[in-house]
């Protein structure tokens, strides 16, 4: 278990400069005619973050474009298996996805993360760290009554039986975001209309350059958008 000292708030090393890349972000965002941008999804759980995210990543890579997805228990079994799931660990674990989204993101990558992330202020220093025009916050929406119908891994039956301790939504809280860019409920939509909904999105961000070619890559453009949507 961690202690409250044990991860660092702020950078301990001393004597340590920046390098200044040689290839930019906006050359790697030209390489690739598109915009590096963080898709934060945050939910309860089995609201529908991981298939959705799967699902969009598929439909960019189709029509040409370079995602990366950061995805629930996989961080916890390399990067982040050292924590465990008291609130201190829960920051410290959304702290390092995010400083690894960024680094996607910053690479010209259209990154996805799907992550409870339940807590307000975990998500906005994310926001505020990435900067306007970088990051979207998804909340994936669904009633109690309904997760727990789907309830694909069994938790919230053994969260309600007292067997998973701190379970969000059930014995720990989760906080929904006061102004996520979109809201989709998974109860009303299908995977495929959340899929859709978030591509015209990520259209309007003019996140992707390609011409729209049906059924494939479209033609390159060097036309990078502007960071912020219009
Ligand atoms: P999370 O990543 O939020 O924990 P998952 O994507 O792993 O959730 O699981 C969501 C479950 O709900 C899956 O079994 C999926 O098939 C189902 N589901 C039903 N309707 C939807 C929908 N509209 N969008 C996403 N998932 C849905």
Redesign the pocket.
Known sequence: MASDNEFAVETRATNITWHRPAVGRRDKEKLLSQRGILLW?T?????????????LEHELYRTGYLTAVL??DNIRHGLNRDLGFSHREREENIRRIGEVAKLFTENGVITMT?F?SPFRSDRDKIRASLGEGNFIEIH?K?PLEELQR?D??GLYKKALAGEVREFTGISSPYEEPLHPEIT?D??????D??VQALLRLLREWKVLNRCASPGGAGNATANIAPRSPS
Not at 43 to 55: E, P, Q, V
Not at 186 to 191: D, F, G, N, V
């Open positions: 999804f939910g309860l759980s089995a609201s529908g973050k991981s298939t959705i995210a799967h699902a995805d629930g799907a409870i994936v669904c789907r694909p891994k989709l998974t109860s009303l939509l299908s995977p209309e959340c």
